[in-house]
């Protein structure tokens, strides 16, 4: 039975517009609310378009400072921005929750669980992810750090290890509990290292009464031999003495050869040696999102090793001038080149260079091939401790790390009033505490 | 294979102090760190005991803020304090992170799920939680409010319940989606539907293409003739008045009598009318937590209906008096009284008390027996809209609503610096944006 009320509820709701017509207007569909995705479809906001953004996610993720989730320094809400909210003034852009499956290119349509939606223009910006190298089995004890889930699902393995530590009798186990090690010496790895660095020595010092959280190990482990591969070799060596100063023990040259619930397997110059451990942290490798490899097997396009779309000089695929790859998803270097790295500038980049080249077209004007113009790289080890590259200059210690901050709070402040966050970090910054150190999940138990 | 460096580390943790034994010191434990068990661990830091508080979290979460994180204006970060954190200076305090299954009285210990603890003085502070009045099956369709999973679980689903109006194309379905039935007049049920018709007059106002969040139909649903019965009648009213104005319906002298997954019955005067809803929020119902039966069955205590513990004057069970029950588990009024409402003064008030009488028995002083000095009561039901009751001074409006704010973040910021809550605050307040809006979950998919 229906009241009257729901009925006049009912046609209320119905007499709104349905915008699915496209009005005519060139179609442009952006998959991914990343940084890439995110700046095309900001960048096209004065075209005369009809743009939509599809991602299944709700909101975009400041993915630089996840690991300050991870370590219960900040909260999610404050490093998301809802997608809605920042795309809410622009009156060509609608955004749809919704996860794509496929593209049918002939009909030009993006195909999702539970629906379509018609494109003229499509920019592929669905990111990639980390890479067990064929050992998906260890993603179950050594989790990456990718999503919010991931982020609050290492939040409570790194506290819980401490917790359970001060309730373990037997030293051997209560010695796993208290180690930690971190696959992979590239950004997210240092990151992570460096935070539960901080954490054994600073944040937990005062919170036990049977462990001392400062005789916790961290053992970096990078099969390179040095950390931050991709900057100058000096200050790889830097950022590995300010990771040493906050107790990390880096392995180079090292591999983890297996991954089980209770320790891994390093192995150096063939001697593989297990090291109990009760949290394993994955930060290796790169792995395009599965769309990549769809995409590429519907067009001929080529893929490199991480699955990325090898894309042409104006980031379309090659041969579908309407199909724009971009971020994370996108392999893309002049010949002979690196191609380029799969950072937040480089998508942003990215997006407002496609969303320039819709609207040349458009307008019938000619573009140019996308360059990147290097901004530099920044890299934080932790608390006061940086490194920094652009072009010539090297910076690191105290200054590198204002510098990072500055860069990343002025990235993070255009979403929204994120000078919270700033304030947030001052404060922890100065009583080294991480307030949003809750451990929680769906039981809410110590050990599930 | 172990590295000389393993056993070393396991040698040093090995070290560390075990406090497992009390020294021979009067053992006090606590179970629960709500607002009874934490003051009542605070009260206790100048006195010659040894104090264990045991929680299962590890973190105090001030309660009264937490429709704030179900509504998306708040992180849980934000309105929790790691219980370490809190007790980190106090000497003679140590936390646990355990769950409690039972209590040996004849022997005198707290029985855990995987060990045991020791006590001399018991303080039982494991609170309430709602009650489905014997339908626990309608707890899957329509979540209570009470831990922090709760409350990331409604954000979702009204986070997903315009998403997917904004995606159905069937009016009636889409209607159902912007249908919110909320169960209970009480402080949850009037502080839910209030924030629920700000989101949707105001927060997402601009945020949607194809629906007008603005037509959201928002019931509040409440058994007695009027919202918020524990104050004067006067004040109720206005409520009720600031609810409407918010775009809440408020169907008085009405029952839920069925609860399924599109919909709701609503039974008044004998007569059931199924409102079609996809979301339904339960703030309705008291119900003691399964440690008070056991106790009351253990000690042979009375229970009230909603299985609160009836305690003697000093708050300790009738004929043990080492143990103590406080907060929302206690049912304590003087003869013929109501019992004392479930609210953070009561309990912080009570663990005052407790930790007071057990430190003047172990000095051989006499107490006189607990008496609540009722500081006021408050209730907020939106954006500058609350009610205060003082004795018999009543406020309402925006004043009512500063006193609120100011009284709560009075309270909030005793555990941390919580200054910072205020400023997201007046950010949210200054632009009625939310931006801890994010729909998370294991798998992230709109609807699962």
Redesign the interface.
């Known amino acids: 039975?229906?009241?009257a009320?729901?009925e006049r509820?009912?046609?209320?709701?119905?007499r709104?517009?349905?915008?699915?017509d496209p009005h005519g207007k060139h179609r442009v569909v952006i998959i991914g609310g990343g940084f890439g995705g995110l700046y095309a479809a900001k960048s096209l906001r004065r075209s005369d378009v009809d743009l939509t953004v599809v991602d299944?996610?709700?909101?975009h993720l400041f993915q630089p400072l996840l690991y300050q989730v991870a370590t219960?320094g900040?909260?999610?809400?404050?490093i998301?921005?809802?997608l809605?909210?920042v795309l809410?003034?622009q009156k060509n852009a609608?955004?749809?929750?919704?996860?794509v499956t496929d593209v049918d290119l002939e009909n030009r349509r993006v195909i999702l669980v539970?629906?379509e939606v018609p494109y003229d223009s499509l920019i592929v910006a669905t990111g990639a992810t980390h890479d067990y190298f064929g050992n998906p089995q260890w993603e179950v004890d050594a989790p990456g750090l990718k999503?919010?889930?991931d982020a609050l699902e290492i939040r409570k393995r790194i506290?819980v290890a401490f917790?359970a530590?001060?309730?373990e009798?037997d030293?051997?186990k209560?010695?796993a509990w208290?180690?930690f090690v971190v696959v992979g010496g590239g950004p997210t790895g240092v990151e992570l290292a460096g935070a539960i660095g901080e954490i054994a020595h600073y944040t937990?010092k005062?919170?036990?009464?049977?462990?001392?959280p400062g005789?916790a190990?961290i053992i970096l482990v990078e099969g390179m031999d040095r950390v931050l591969g991709t900057y100058d070799r000096s200050l790889s060596e830097k950022a590995k003495r300010s990771l040493e100063r906050l107790g990390v023990?880096v392995r180079l040259n090292a591999f983890v050869t297996n991954v089980v619930s209770d320790g891994v397997t390093v192995t150096r110059d063939h001697t593989g040696?297990?090291?109990?451990a009760r949290t394993i942290l994955w930060g290796a490798g790169v792995k395009a999102s599965p769309l990549g490899r769809i995409l590429a097997e519907e067009t001929g396009a080529e893929t490199d090793k991480a699955g990325r779309v090898k894309v042409a000089p104006d980031l379309t695929i090659p041969g579908h001038d309407n199909i724009f790859v971009i971020g994370d998803l996108a392999s893309f270097g002049h010949q002979g080149d690196q191609p380029l790295p799969g950072v937040a500038p480089v998508a942003m980049s990215m997006g407002r260079y496609v969303a320039n080249r819709i609207d040349d077209r458009l307008r019938g004007k000619k573009s140019k091939p996308f360059r990147y113009f290097e901004k530099g790289s920044l890299a934080t080890i932790g608390r006061s401790a940086a490194i920094a590259q652009f072009g010539r200059i090297k910076i690191s210690g105290w200054f590198a790390w204002v510098t990072w901050l500055f860069v990343h709070l002025m990235y993070l402040v255009e979403f929204?009033?994120r000078l919270?966050v700033l304030?947030?970090w001052a404060?922890n910054y100065i009583?080294r505490?991480r307030?949003?150190?809750?451990?929680?999940?769906?039981t809410?138990?110590?050990v599930e």
Do not use: C
Not at 9 to 14: K, L, P, T
Not at 16 to 20: E, G, I, S, T, Y
């Open positions: 039975m229906q009241s009320k729901t509820h009912i046609e209320a709701v119905n709104q517009v349905d915008l699915h299944r996610r709700n909101f219960g900040l909260s999610p809400g404050e998301s921005s809802p809605r909210a809410r003034r609608r955004v749809l929750l919704a996860e539970d629906g999503t919010v889930e506290y917790e530590a001060e309730r009798p030293p051997e209560k010695a208290l180690t937990l005062h919170d036990f009464r049977t462990i001392d005789l190990r023990e040696t297990f090291v109990p929204d009033n919270l304030m947030q404060w009583t505490n307030g949003a150190r809750l451990i929680t999940g769906k809410g138990r110590l």
